[in-house]
């Protein structure tokens, strides 16, 4: 069974492991639970995260110098996972995780009722041609990125891949956190969800106010907020953000 997939439009959460404090992350896993949102994606801080805006990488950077790292991540996980009913995504790069050892990555993984993977800088071709083999021997799926730019081959390559997960629309080619309003071309998403059909599709990169999220779920099954979500951190507001974009 996709968790994934729900009879109700969603809102997902990232965070950064370790941020703001390096035990923090277990808290704000189980806030976000009780918040309402739909899963949570939680990210591996990492010293070169090239698709993410400098919000996200500010607070990548901190939660390493607060001594987070993968050892810690999956610590934490463990420590929370029986009291976790919504789904959790772990998005991180390929060079921690190749570090790490992939096939230990999973099995940690698994150990903590994971999800999903998103994995921004291995591509779909590269996973399929390198690591099929690998990541095949677990449930849990890769989460791949695709643009409005992406062709309608390629969409639908990784729609049948994409069975038990959700494929991760960018809004824009930006990095995460963009300033300038989101213009979504409702034409071309109607044709993507058309090649998609059954895998859910979640919007995410730039995804900022109710309006955004409204604005999302009229043609996605979900969207994805990242950067704002790490400023009301920042600034304290995170309950009354999530608060005002649920209600």
Known sequence: MNPFKKNKKQLSIFITAGYPTLESTGDQLLALQDSGVDFIELGIPFSDPMADGPVIQESSALALENGMNMNVLFEQLE???SQLTIPIV?????NPILQFGVKRFIEKAEKCNVKGFIIPDLSFEI?????????????????YLI????SDERISQIAHYSQNGFIYLVTSNATTGQDSAIVLDQDRL???K?????VPLFLGFGIKTKEDVTNAHLIA??????????????QNTER??????LS
């Open 190 to 192: 109607k044709g993507i």
């Open 240 to 245: 009354e953000y999530i608060e005002a974009l």
């Open 79 to 81: 420590s929370v996972k």
């Open 147 to 150: 643009t409005p730019a992406t």
């Open 194 to 198: 058309a090649i998609t059909k059954d």
């Open 221 to 234: 099954d979900g969207a994805i907020i990242g950067s704002e979500y790490i400023r009301r951190v920042n």
């Open 90 to 94: 772990l998005m991180g790069y390929f």
């Open 127 to 143: 996973a399929q041609s390198n690591f099929r083999n690998v990541f095949s021997k677990t449930t849990i799926p890769l989460i």
